[in-house]
């Protein structure tokens, strides 16, 4: 009975590793891949007001006609501009913002998964030395019920300890 829940346990174990190192390594991956493609479109949107700029000063040099539809043509191509901007700052705000977050999260899961082992293994060292003196003092009740208590009241105070 105290195997199967030790192995039941061991698996659960196992598989709250896997989940946070997974959670870890493609959370990582998304948050530098949206990283990059937001500061890529600051780029593009930096190179387009780069752009802008030149076609009002050659717009400056043209005749009245060509330079009033190079002014209208730079115009909107700067409100086009401008939702780029929102774009950025949307997607650092709603998108990069949040994964990074998950960063922190995810090492305080990992510190928490980490006490959680330490505190099993002691639970199962205790249970261990548990099993060894039923076995060499059978008869010795006193002794037993005493490590029993203290195996009890290790496990309770490292049950408060993980709170």
Wanted: contains cysteine; hydrophobic residues 35%; proline residues 2%.
């Amino acid at each position: 009975m105290m195997r199967r829940t030790l192995e039941n346990r061991n698996a659960q174990t196992k598989q709250l590793q896997t989940a946070v190192s997974n959670v870890e390594k493609h959370f990582g991956e998304l948050c530098q891949i949206f990283a990059a493609y937001v500061r890529k479109t600051a780029r593009l949107r930096d190179k387009a007001d780069l752009l802008v700029n030149e076609i009002n000063a050659y717009a400056a040099t043209e005749t009245p006609h060509l330079k009033l539809g190079l002014m209208n043509f730079a115009d909107e191509f700067a409100k086009l501009q401008d939702y780029r901007q929102a774009e950025v700052e949307r997607l650092e705000a709603k998108v990069v913002e949040p994964l990074k977050t998950y960063g922190t999260i995810v090492k305080m899961k990992r510190d928490d998964l980490k006490a959680t082992l330490t505190a099993r293994n002691r639970e199962a060292k205790q249970l261990t030395q548990l099993e060894r003196t039923r076995q060499r003092n059978p008869s010795d009740r006193h002794v037993i019920n005493f490590e029993e208590f203290s195996v009890k009241r290790r496990n309770i105070r490292n049950l408060y300890s993980l709170c």
